[in-house]
């Protein structure tokens, strides 16, 4: 299809808008507002700079997450001529101190995080002057070996300003696709890249868009999966609050390459701010030109819809999602007709996850053959991980595929707190298996986690120690998969309950040996037999932990005793009496008067009181209270 010449001139301006906003004459102060910040206080951080501004020659805004929510709330002061700094650990009480300092240009130390010293981040490359001694963003150890592609704007561009999204180099993806790609070049670009589904499956997308496209069928649709429901898993609703317009870019190149004019991203229903810059980020999009009819002047149409999930971890499987987006009950269908064929409405779908959508403006802007560098030989490119649990530095981190699990949590996550050992890491979300620590050299990619028994799934990252029972945690995530099944097909219904069940036995302390044979037995039967992803994989958490802690089962079944110290049933607390100075603390916390002494004393557990919440263990600074 030939095109007509964009309308360039208003192209030209919106990025010159954006780059005086984002590089302003004045100082300018950006309050990092994801979810984790507000929970963490950028709120009243926010309401606290607002009053210090007001009739100062300051300039005040948002932005998304830098990824370090360990460290929030986190605050971007950019004074012209300087390199941006990041403040972290913020609160309300010292904001009027350092805006003081700001206005007169200085630049204190004090909750001075790093500089962001890469010249990537500013307009033509300038040059600008190193702020002190503060640490530089490239030396910083959390950030040193990530690679930032689909974040790399988040935590630094307001996410309400398709100005600024413009500036840093937005929709030229776009305009570069329309001008001098058909629709089969892009096809075949996206292919040549290898990129891979991000959502879990990991499916070849050029391969996926290509069957779309020569499907049967004038109406073609475009879907993004954005219904994260993996507990412990925020990687879409990061990238949608901080970087909406990147994501809005990929599915309208997506759109002009399969031939669709309609596109719909489904949200978690418990995503409302992702859901509000969502929606205003398509309102600036249509006014803007870049969606709706005649897009930046061309002959190609294009328009998207925003749906919310009713909570439904099920829905995240492509046809139950679909199913729902139709006003149907959201169930999975069997695929014996593919959704590029027949999805959506029975019209040949796309249906790409964020992370994934968030790629397409990326591979183009790179070019193939620069993409292709980064990863493994069939896993090309980054990836995103929400890294959680027992480590020192939780949050979001982008790196290239390769990196070793060792390295993401070593390197990257700071190792585990309190001086602990680590034990495995869960990836792939609930459904995910349990990497054991012994094997945290291998390179993380598609096929390397899925030889282990788990999975990338859209990127979860559970991180635990060695107090960690995993027996409790099989029997956790088995919990969590049986309260969320559709209950559509008898072997997960039935199965993942029947395996649940066996696992609530052992961690009481009533399993028998045969037990594990026979949740063998099942979850082979639930993998192979079941109709969607999530009956499928279900098993890897058990299947994983019998393969790799396989004693601890052992131990829960013959010697009733679960050595983590987590499983109530299989153990008691009691006070060490050479170590119990009768300082009556434990006592005094106790919220079921299970103890009991005299000063100077030594105390003793009424175990027929006890509910083993283990407040007096934790309150004990004798290490006085033991687990036996």
Known sequence: MKQKAPHENGFAILIEKGKKSLYPEKIKISVQMGTCG??????????????????????????????????EPMVNLFIPGMNPVVYSDLTPGIIPELVLKWKKGEVPEKNAFMQLNTRSFLPDKQELKKAGNIPLYSDIPFYKLQKK???????????????????????????????????????????????????????????????CRNAPGTVKYVICNADEGDPGAYMDRTVLEGDPFNVIEGMIIGAYALGSHEGHIYVRGEYPQAVETLHHAITLAR????????????EFSFDITI???????????????????????????????????????????????????????????????EYTKLGTENSKGTKVFSVVGNICNNGLVEIPMGISLKAIVEDIGGGIPGGKKPKAIQTGGPSGGCIPWDKADIPVDFDELTRLGSMMGSGGMLVMDEETCMVE??????????????????????????????????????????????????????????????????????????KYFRQEYEDHIQKKICRAGVCKALFEYQIDKGKCTGCMICLKKCPYSAIKGKRKEIHIIQQEKCTKCGICFEVCTFDAIKKV
């Open 38 to 71: 507000r929970a963490s206080g950028a709120e009243q951080v926010y309401e606290a700079l607002e009053k210090e501004v007001q009739g100062k020659t300051l300039i005040l805004g948002k932005t998304g997450c830098l990824g370090l929510c360990e460290r």
């Open 473 to 546: 945690v099989a029997r956790y995530f088995l919990s969590f998969l049986v309260e969320e099944s559709c209950g559509k097909c008898t072997p997960c219904r039935e199965g993942t309950y029947q395996v649940y069940q066996i696992l609530e036995k052992i961690t009481q302390g009533k399993g028998k040996n045969k037990d594990l044979a026979l949740m063998e037995e099942l979850c082979e039967t639930i993998r192979d037999t079941s109709l969607c992803a999530l009956g499928k994989t279900a098993p890897n958490p058990v299947l994983s932990t019998l």
């Open 149 to 211: 592609l689909v974040l790399k704007n988040c935590g630094f561009i307001d996410p309400d300003s398709i100005a600024e999204y413009a500036a840093r180099g937005g929709f030229t993806s776009l305009l570069k696709i329309l001008m001098e790609y058909t629709p089969e070049k892009t096809i075949e670009l996206i292919e040549s890249s290898g990129l891979r589904g991000r959502g879990g499956g990991g499916f070849p997308t050029g391969r996926k868009w290509l069957s």
């Open 307 to 369: 749906n919310r999930g009713g909570g439904a971890f099920v829905c995240g499987e492509s046809t139950a999602l679909m199913a729902s987006l139709e006003g149907k009950v959201g169930e999975p269908r069997t695929k014996h007709v593919h959704t590029v064929v027949s999805g959506f409405r029975d019209m040949p779908t796309v249906l790409n996850n964020v992370e994934t959508w968030a790629n397409i403006p990326i591979i183009v802007s790179m070019g193939t053959e």
């Open 287 to 298: 006014e803007s030109g870049f969606l709706g009819d005649n897009i930046l002047g061309t």
